[in-house]
């Protein structure tokens, strides 16, 4: 059974800072993986979506890689603004079953 | 501009109703699902629809049922058999069901109450 974790669970950090989320996932038959950004009682916001075959992909300030065999996504923020606070959430595709599956995301918060 | 509209934003419901949360989409997409987020979890998904009248369910779609009569709608009525309704509801919408994955769009979802 595919499972996403995503660590940390929270974040804090002063504005300006770099910083990267972590996402695993137990199954590395993946056919994408994707990251999206929910600010508090909205919907998801699609940020980066990176293919099976490809290594990363890059959105402004936003870098998303993927490393399948290690079943590894890390999203990096340069930069980082209070804009930028939200939580941030990552979902593997499984193509044999047309599902995507949500990590619980991570809490970040820029202060000024 | 192109997107996904549920509504109502907020939604209250009484012991032993049904209601049903409405989601819209005129990105001309074949696929649409529904997903159920609670605080601190991952969303999960109750039922997807690849296509037009047709559709699957998810992994908690126990006291809930859905309609794909049109490509642009999936509504879903959240009946009284679903014991623990209050939750956060999405809707998603792709441009396939099957193969390969372009992406979902998301609604701004609709908070459920029961009250």
């Known amino acids: 059974k595919q499972e996403v974790t995503q660590i940390p669970a929270a974040l804090s950090v002063p504005e300006g800072e770099n910083l990267v989320l972590n996402c695993s996932f137990t199954d590395s038959a993946i056919y994408n993986l994707q990251w999206f950004r929910q600010d508090p009682g909205k919907g998801l916001t699609s940020l980066l979506l990176?293919?099976?075959?490809?290594r990363e992909q890059t959105s402004g300030r936003l870098n998303a890689s993927l490393d399948k065999s290690s079943g590894r996504s890390t999203l990096y923020i340069a930069a980082s603004q209070p804009g930028d606070s939200a939580t941030y959430l990552c979902a593997v595709f499984l193509g044999g079953y047309n599902k995507l599956i949500f990590g619980a995301g991570t809490r970040l918060a820029v202060h000024p | 501009d192109g997107g996904i509209t549920q509504s109502p934003k907020y939604l209250f419901r009484k012991e032993g109703q049904n209601v049903t949360l409405s989601c819209e989409q005129n990105?001309?997409?074949?696929?649409m699902y529904w997903y159920r987020q609670d605080p601190g979890q991952g969303l999960r998904l109750i039922y997807y629809s690849q296509i037009v009248n047709d559709f699957q369910k998810g992994d908690i779609a126990e006291g809930y049922s859905v309609s794909r009569e049109k490509k642009e709608s999936f509504p879903l009525t959240v009946t009284s058999a679903q014991k623990n309704p209050t939750a956060f509801y999405l809707c998603a919408s792709s441009i396939s069901g099957t193969g390969n994955n372009y992406g979902y769009t998301f609604g701004s979802g609709t908070r459920l109450t029961v009250v």
């Open positions: 990176i293919q099976s075959s490809q």
């Open positions: 990105l001309n997409h074949d696929a």
